[in-house]
């Protein structure tokens, strides 16, 4: 008889997260999928899992749903993931990205979970530090990524005085079926191909030679959801993704071949960002046997036709920002 095993899920909803959710499982797991649908789509969670609508911010929800499940392992996914807009966007960056997180790690620890694994970002590294690996000290530059690296410490003191098991994976441009492609301030992949859909030209900010490594879901989340499994990743950090990097021009004439269409690039003023990101990936391939199995033509080709075949998204303005200083005119509303 197998154990088993009971794992929440957050931000199941969500791109990452779901696919998550159906790996888990597909590998015999109960899962409880939690999300506020703030940026998730409550069809993207498999039916056999458990859906609860919740914020990882409120506390004492957070302490029941614990207390009524008893996890064996907890798959945090839920963030707001935009490294530029995090800037304009303090309160809510720190609050949903590292209160939100503590909330978690604090009922993880009372409630005896055996391993918290952890969705952090290779923002954590900063710029110059390339290629990126586990062993650098991060220097985060923006919000999003000085929260990320925040819980990356918060969770390894949690282990060091309370014994909570961990593991941290930083992914890196992930993109893929289920993405939001009605977000316009992230994932620049759903951003091109929701364009594409409604006739718009692609926005490349600056002059497009800035390099990214793209890396297709199906080289992500069954990596996130074995891990458990995997005794050597537990209190270890994985950089997780696509090896090859490419400049953003690159990366858009791909976009307009899977979806059939002519390159028509907007070029735009360059915004404050990390110029050249690219991970190594050794110690996964070493812990995980494994390494990515799909191109970036193959991924590519994939998301372009779902996405053909859930059509364009709207895209949503963040809503009230904290600071407009310097906010790059392409994320103001029309007549602002």
Same mark, same amino acid.
């Given at each position: 008889?197998? #154990?088993?095993?009971?794992?929440?899920?957050?931000?199941a909803a969500g791109f990452i997260g779901s696919h998550v959710v159906d790996e888990l499982l597909n590998r015999g797991h109960r899962v409880v999928a939690l999300d506020?649908?703030? *940026? *998730? =789509?409550?069809? +993207?969670?498999?039916? %056999? $899992?458990?859906f609860v609508t919740g914020s990882v911010t409120d506390v004492g929800w957070v302490g029941r749903l614990? $207390? #009524?499940h008893r996890f064996d392992y907890v798959f945090h996914l839920a963030a707001y993931a935009a490294e530029g807009l995090s800037h304009f966007i303090r309160r809510f960056n720190y609050e949903n990205n590292l209160i939100g997180s503590v909330n978690l790690i604090n009922a993880a620890v009372n409630h005896e979970v055996k391993c918290f694994v952890f969705t952090s970002s290779i923002a954590v590294y900063g710029r110059n530090q390339l290629p990126m690996t586990e062993e650098l000290t991060p220097?985060? #530059?923006d919000p999003y990524g000085i929260s990320k690296y925040a819980v990356e410490l918060d969770l390894r003191a949690a282990h060091e005085l309370f014994g909570l098991n961990y593991i941290i994976f930083r992914p890196h441009n992930v993109y893929g079926? %289920?993405? +939001?492609?009605?977000?316009r301030y992230r994932n620049v992949v759903g951003i091109y191909m929701n364009n594409i859909l409604q006739g718009k030209p692609l926005p490349v900010f600056g002059d497009g030679e800035q390099t990214r490594a793209f890396s297709y879901i199906g080289d992500v989340a069954p990596i996130i959801a074995r891990s458990v499994e995997v005794p050597a990743a537990y209190n270890e950090i994985f950089n997780v993704g696509a090896d090859q990097p490419y400049s953003v021009n690159e990366?858009? %004439? #791909?976009?307009?071949r899977a979806m059939g269409v002519d390159f028509r690039p907007q070029y735009l003023p360059a915004r404050n960002e990390v110029q050249h990101a690219y991970a190594t990936h050794d110690k996964v391939a070493r812990v995980f046997d494994y390494r990515p199995q799909y191109t970036l033509e193959q991924g590519l080709s994939r998301m372009a036709a779902w996405v053909r075949k859930v059509g364009a998204r709207r895209s949503q303005? =963040?809503? $009230?920002?904290?600071i407009e200083k310097n906010l790059p005119p392409s994320w103001r509303e029309p007549g602002a």
């Open positions: 008889m197998t #154990e088993s095993k009971t794992s929440l899920v957050t931000g506020d649908l703030s *940026g *998730g =789509f409550r069809d +993207n969670v498999d039916a %056999r $899992a458990q614990f $207390a #009524e220097q985060p #530059e079926e %289920r993405q +939001n492609i009605g977000d990366l858009a %004439r #791909e976009i307009c303005s =963040f809503g $009230a920002l904290d």
